[in-house]
């Protein structure tokens, strides 16, 4: 069973470039959700996602950040224009019903590193 | 709002020691509550999860039991190993409203020494 496939793993993008970042939630789960990662903190909530909806974004930065997941294929995170301060790890979990207590399966990560 | 609050780290210990990591948090509704695993390089693992008072998960010979009179999720384990050492992660999802996503604390750094 392929868990939460991400992709790139790395990604090094110049000032100004954009960055989109895949994910491919685990087979059956059809609710998807992004977070960030700082050098030495947690994990900040973005966004989440039901296929062809966003359900909340409340995390999400106002200016330059979307987030989709279409019908078909995987969710993307796309930043427009990056700065610096955009560098950090972002991570996709995936859960098959939107329930409180389910537990999201996370994947590997998408490490973001603005030159 | 919602918030998770977990002891400062890094925590060293040798092997074999008792291990404690403290965790509190503050919520609107009625939460559910994970501790997650990370370790160098990858995504994270649930360890275990509770999901109303005084449930007691466990997985791997950790423990963490509800306490919502104390609003304390405290993971334990009896005998740590080597191969314990890893990033530990607190988090609630809210029932009662709020943002969708788990809402984490900052993590705990443990390092096991043999």
């Known amino acids: 069973n392929a868990g939460v496939m991400q992709n790139p793993r790395h990604l090094v993008r110049r000032r100004g470039q954009e960055a989109r970042l895949r994910c491919s939630p685990m087979?059956?789960?059809?609710?998807v959700y992004w977070y960030r990662q700082l050098p030495e903190e947690g994990l900040k909530f973005m966004v989440y996602?039901?296929?062809?909806?966003?359900?909340?974004e409340s995390g999400m930065p106002k200016e330059r950040f979307s987030a989709e997941f279409p019908k078909e294929g995987p969710s993307i995170l796309r930043i427009q224009q990056v700065v610096r301060g955009d560098s950090a790890a972002y991570f996709c979990?995936?859960?098959?019903?939107?329930?409180?207590?389910?537990?999201?399966?996370f994947g590997d990560g998408t490490r973001l590193s603005i030159l | 709002g919602n918030s998770v609050t977990q002891m400062e780290g890094p925590v060293t210990l040798s092997e074999e020691a008792f291990l404690t990591i403290n965790c509190t948090y503050t919520?609107?509704?009625?939460?559910?509550l994970f501790w997650y695993v990370q370790y160098p390089g990858e995504g994270l693992q649930l360890l275990l999860k509770?999901?109303?008072?005084?449930d007691k998960g466990s997985n791997k010979g950790f423990e963490a039991t509800y306490r919502k009179e104390t609003t304390s999720f405290h993971l334990e384990k009896g005998s740590v190993q080597v191969s314990d050492s890893a990033v530990y992660f607190c988090?609630?999802?809210?029932?009662?409203?709020?943002?969708?996503?788990?809402?984490f604390g900052k993590g705990t750094h443990l390092i096991i020494q043999p």
């Open positions: 979990a995936s859960s098959p019903t939107g329930g409180s207590n389910q537990p999201q399966h």
């Open positions: 087979k059956g789960h059809s609710h």
């Open positions: 996602l039901q296929k062809e909806n966003i359900i909340d």
């Open positions: 919520a609107t509704g009625y939460p559910s």
């Open positions: 509770a999901t109303k008072a005084d």
């Open positions: 988090a609630l999802r809210d029932s009662g409203g709020g943002a969708d996503g788990l809402t």
